[in-house]
């Protein structure tokens, strides 16, 4: 995926004092690679790297900065600019009802997200919405409509299988009745983009005048979502997307590309399948996301599956006793190992430096090391290490068979563990994290 390609591209970056220009070619290969690799279209791609090559090589390198950092604040920079650089807000008409068009394929998550976007509206923005119910092919879809307007308290407008148009028009002569200030318009979909439905649509968008057509894209299917874009926005000359989905597997592809090829900006995301899991979008964000963000999404993912429920609830007690010991650090860096490298996940949380733990893999042989000075510390040390005074490091050392800097190392990890553990444990990721993560 796109993650792990840039990490390991900047990763190679990170060990060199100097950057050639051979070395900004090296790393934009690599970028390039993945970039394709995660959908991004191809034309999108070739401007990016020429863009990032020009600016990285004919840069001067910041005092306070590496040449690596340098370059990751490039590549930052201009994936944020691609994406629309800042969030574009919610056009809100001058005189009420604001007429919102929800349109896309079959599956997007118009209706979900006609509920997602009301219901944000009405809880940060003190709004009145209506929900219209334009989507009569399915039956369902109209039940669909009622039941998720119900579970955010949201009036739903239905008139079963009429003509569309008319419902739209109806919609929002109700809407003026009943002050409504908002109406969002929940309209059919197709599997593939054709001509009958684009009609349909052109004739509710004539019909009603909408103060935004946004369209629904799913960021799972990749470049298709971009081209699902390009179409709706030719026949309907669009406002803005909603990217749903980025809580799944969904690499960013999608969201680098569609301003890239339509000119018209992702306004929210959805995260995840609950109502209240929609986001403004914000470019920076999700370019950080794409550059590392990722690596500490599923680290925090692989987190939760690999640690023993039940030992993380002893251990978060512990904590909160500050008896947090050596010994747990022993059974904790056994579970950590099942997740990778601990410099990464380290570097990755707020205020920890990943090269305060430069080579902190958990291979087999360092976990064995670090069992024989836990080994070598008495009980009484191993309980309480701030007693660990240079003498007694040098005879665990000796006892060990390890030299100092490796007692040293180990202490350090294990400070460093009671933040990821303190972090982790009960839920108390820090707020950016669990926001990407679509949690409260
Ligand atoms: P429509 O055909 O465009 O109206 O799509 P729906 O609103 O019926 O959504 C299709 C499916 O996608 C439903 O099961 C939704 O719950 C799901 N869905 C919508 N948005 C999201 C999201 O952001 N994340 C996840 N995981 N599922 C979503
Ligand atoms: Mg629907």
Do not use: W
Request: charged share 25%.
């Amino acid at each position: 995926g796109l993650t792990e390609k840039l990490s390991a591209a900047f990763k190679k970056l990170r060990g060199k004092g100097r950057l050639s220009e051979a070395d900004v070619k090296e790393a934009m290969r690599e970028i390039r690679l993945a970039l394709l690799e995660a959908d991004v279209s191809y034309k999108v791609v070739k401007q990016f790297i020429a863009q990032v090559t020009e600016k990285a090589v004919g840069a001067d390198v910041l005092e306070a900065l590496s040449p690596a950092q340098m370059i990751i604040k490039i590549v930052n920079q201009e994936l944020t600019d691609l994406m629309g650089g800042t969030s574009a807000k919610l056009e809100i008409a001058s005189k009420p009802p604001t007429i919102v068009m929800m349109v896309g394929l079959q599956g997007a998550g118009k209706t979900t997200n006609c509920a997602k976007l009301a219901g944000l509206m009405k809880k940060q923005n003190g709004k009145r919405p209506l929900l219209a119910a334009c989507d009569i092919y399915r039956p369902a879809a109209i039940k669909q409509l009622e039941v998720v307007g119900q579970q955010l308290d949201l009036p739903v407008f239905q008139m079963g299988q009429a003509n569309p148009v008319d419902i739209a028009k109806a919609a929002i002569a109700h809407a003026k009745e009943h002050g409504n200030d908002m109406v969002f318009l929940d309209t059919a979909g197709r599997l593939h983009v054709d001509e009958e439905l684009m009609d349909e649509l052109r004739a509710i968008k004539a019909a009603v005048e909408p103060t935004e057509i946004l369209l629904v894209v799913d960021a799972m299917i990749g470049q298709d979502a971009v081209n699902a874009a390009k179409a709706f926005d030719d026949a309907l000359d669009i406002d803005g997307v909603v990217l749903t989905k980025l809580d799944g597997d969904a690499r960013g592809g999608a969201a680098l590309s569609i301003k890239a090829v339509t000119g018209k900006p992702i306004k929210f995301v959805g995260v995840g399948e609950k109502l209240d899991q929609i986001e403004v979008f914000h470019p920076d964000r999700m370019a950080s996301r794409i550059l590392g963000m990722g690596d500490m999404l599923s680290l925090i993912e692989k987190a939760e599956q690999n640690f023993d429920r039940q030992k993380a609830l002893e251990m978060q007690e512990k904590l909160r006793k500050n008896k947090f010991t050596l010994t747990d650090f022993y059974e904790q860096m056994a579970q950590i190992k099942n997740m990778g490298s601990l410099s990464d996940l380290a570097g990755m949380l707020p205020g920890v430096k990943a090269s305060d733990l430069e080579g902190a893999n958990m291979d087999d042989g360092m976990l064995k090391q670090m069992e024989a000075i836990i080994l070598s510390m008495t009980p009484y040390e191993r309980e309480n290490p701030g007693c660990l005074n240079s003498n007694r490091k040098k005879r665990i050392a000796a006892g060990s068979g390890t030299q100092v800097v490796d007692v040293n190392r180990l202490l350090k990890q294990f400070e460093m563990l009671q933040t990821i553990t303190k972090q982790f444990s009960g839920g108390k990721l820090p707020r950016n994290m669990r926001k990407l993560m679509g949690k409260k």
